[in-house]
């Protein structure tokens, strides 16, 4: 099992600082601002005091009462910009991590459940791909793919599968062996009722926090991917290209600034709620 | 006597290793309808995989497993074959053996609709044992002695369980209650044989009994046959009216349960008797048999 596990990323390392008597306010901040982002994620774009396309206002004013992040190089309020910006961002985030889990879902149950060169050819495949550097992996294909959001989403994919084929096989193998399985194959139940009624619904938990500490890291790597110009494409408010058309603006400190604080709370409330939630739902995990 | 319902024939296990192990070494018994045979040794003597390779769970190296007259097949990717679901097992570990997300009624009705699947709407034509339960089941004057309950709220009844308690989740019950829920699931399929791996091993003394009264009184009930598993010698005997000891793979003593208690041949039983703690206030440990120690492999003739 545990070699299965992905390696334990910085934020969780973070979180295991995180005296244990603090952990779970610490997880209910988390879990209040990645709440607020997602609702900004849903009504942000109706809520904003400009459009985020109109280039109305001056040029590159610093925050003011009337603009509070300040406006960018075309007059464009930056504020009305990052909160629209929620929405592209943590919307492709979960889409992201809905496709990986699946496919890694289905991959690693695959592989778990035939077992023998079934088992083998996928999880060299998944190793071949885990062995690339994920950002350097994406990168690639999305350039090869052509730049656009649809196309970053689907880079990402390619290298966010894996983690969860190896876990999920891993769980799979060890449930195949429980009592209750086999009871259930001793009634009669097919391999494929076993799996639906004994097997799935006992691997969804952990499946799900793992989806949660990753949806973090999901809105990172879009990011990464749109601010080398290989996702979003101007004028779309995607927080990636904003701090990358602020790089040649860097005397601008607000042009980079919001952006970056509003990756930096995502990445860090969704990875610390999904700590928070991991232990909650497995409290020995935390102390190994 | 009656024809044997499952008959393990010359059944050999070799785990792979190097040099493989051979868990199972050329084991052959019976077990006959109604009758409940006491499978005692210590841990890794190959009680368990004998279980699993009785079931089918497990592909047998050598030799075969007869189930009223025809051979078990190994577990395969499909459903088992239809008419297997007559030999069921309770497994010893009262924390797995039943499915954590799903409440406890719809798996006892596991049981009950493997019970139908293989029995049909309960016709006459499949042998004497279903023609005794259709008997059974004719007789609705006499619900509680004896006859097959029907229902989820029935066997929960049976297993000395509340009714009401089928919509719960199997975390909240005690692993006696659980050992009663898995039996209640494995005895609603009807089976023919009972395979009783361990169940009661874990259970604290105090349980023990009741479980292994409950199982072995509703299988007899029923006209099964049953295999009590244990390495606990005490138990079985109350229970079994047949014995088999094993040693390193092999029996090294079979005989009626009260025969072997009273007069054991093989070295290896009489230092599983005498290991026996008895509560008889004269505070005297049991025998304690050095490490190491190694008793012929051959079986004591009776």
């Given amino acids: ?288 | 006597m009656s024809e044997p319902v499952l008959c393990a024939e010359d059944v050999v296990v070799d785990y792979p290793g190097h040099p493989p192990v051979r868990a199972v070494d050329h084991v052959s018994f019976e077990i006959h309808p109604g009758e409940v045979v006491g499978l005692v040794g210590e841990s890794g003597c190959g009680k368990s995989t004998m279980a699993r390779v009785l079931t089918g769970l497990l592909k047998p190296d050598g030799g075969r497993i007869v189930y009223r007259g025809r051979p078990v097949l190994p577990l395969g990717l499909g459903g088992r074959a239809k008419d297997s679901t007559g030999i069921q097992m309770v497994f010893q570990d009262p924390g797995s053996s039943l499915n954590p997300r799903r409440r406890i009624g719809p798996q006892i009705q596991d049981g009950l609709d493997a019970a139908r699947r293989r029995l049909g709407p309960l016709s006459a034509s499949d042998g004497p044992l279903a023609a005794e339960r259709v008997a059974d089941l004719a007789h609705p004057s006499r619900p509680d002695t004896g006859s097959r309950p029907t229902t989820v709220t029935q066997w929960l009844e049976r297993v000395g369980m509340d009714p009401k308690d089928a919509t719960r989740f199997p975390r909240s019950f005690s692993g006696g209650q659980r050992q009663r829920i898995a039996t209640a699931r494995a005895l609603a399929a009807a089976p023919d044989v009972l395979i009783g791996d361990e169940p009661i091993s874990s259970l604290d003394a105090s349980t023990q009994a009741l479980v292994a009264y409950v199982m072995s009184s509703l299988t007899v009930a029923q006209g099964a046959g049953m295999l009590f598993i244990s390495h606990d010698l005490s138990v079985v005997r109350l229970i079994a009216d047949t014995l088999l000891v094993m040693y390193q793979g092999r029996v090294v003593e079979r005989g009626p349960a009260d025969e072997i208690w009273a007069d054991p041949r093989h070295p290896y039983t009489q230092a599983l008797l005498r290991a026996i703690p008895t509560p008889d206030g004269a505070r005297r440990l049991p025998a304690v048999t050095p490490p190491g120690t190694t008793y012929p492999r051959e079986e004591a003739q009776r």
């Fill in chain 1, 1 to 288: 099992m545990d070699a299965a596990r992905p390696k334990r990323r910085l934020l969780s390392r973070v979180w295991r600082k995180i005296p244990p008597e603090i952990r779970m306010p610490v997880g209910a901040v988390a879990f209040v601002i990645a709440l607020a982002w997602v609702v900004l994620c849903v009504v942000g774009p109706s809520i904003v005091p400009y459009d985020p396309l109109a280039q109305t206002l001056p040029r590159f004013s610093p925050p003011s009462s009337t603009s509070w992040f300040g406006t960018d190089e075309l007059g464009r309020d930056l504020f009305s910009r990052v909160i629209a910006g929620a929405r592209i961002t943590i919307s492709l985030a979960l889409l992201l991590v809905t496709a990986s889990m699946l496919v890694g879902s289905i991959i690693g149950v695959v592989a778990g459940f035939f077992g023998r060169w079934v088992d083998e050819v996928l999880m060299r495949v998944t190793d071949v791909v885990l062995a690339f550097p994920t950002v350097i992996l994406a990168m690639v294909t999305a350039a090869a793919l052509g730049a656009s959001l649809f196309n970053a989403v689907l880079a990402a994919l390619i290298v966010s599968w894996p983690p969860y084929a190896r876990v999920v096989r891993s769980l799979v193998l060890s449930l195949r062996e429980a009592d209750f399985v086999s009871s259930g194959r001793l009634l009669g139940f097919s391999a494929v009722r076993s799996m639906r009624v004994d097997v799935l619904p006992n691997i969804a938990g952990p499946t799900l926090v793992m989806a949660s500490l990753d949806i973090g890291n999901a809105a990172l790597l879009l990011s990464g991917l749109s601010f080398l110009g290989l996702g979003a494409k101007p004028p779309t408010p995607e927080w990636g290209s904003m701090i990358s058309a602020a790089v040649v603006n860097f005397d601008k400190w607000w042009l980079g600034l919001f952006p970056g604080l509003a990756i930096l709370t995502v990445v860090i409330s969704f990875n610390f709620l999904g700590d928070a939630l991991r232990d909650a739902f497995d409290p020995e995990a935390g102390r190994v």
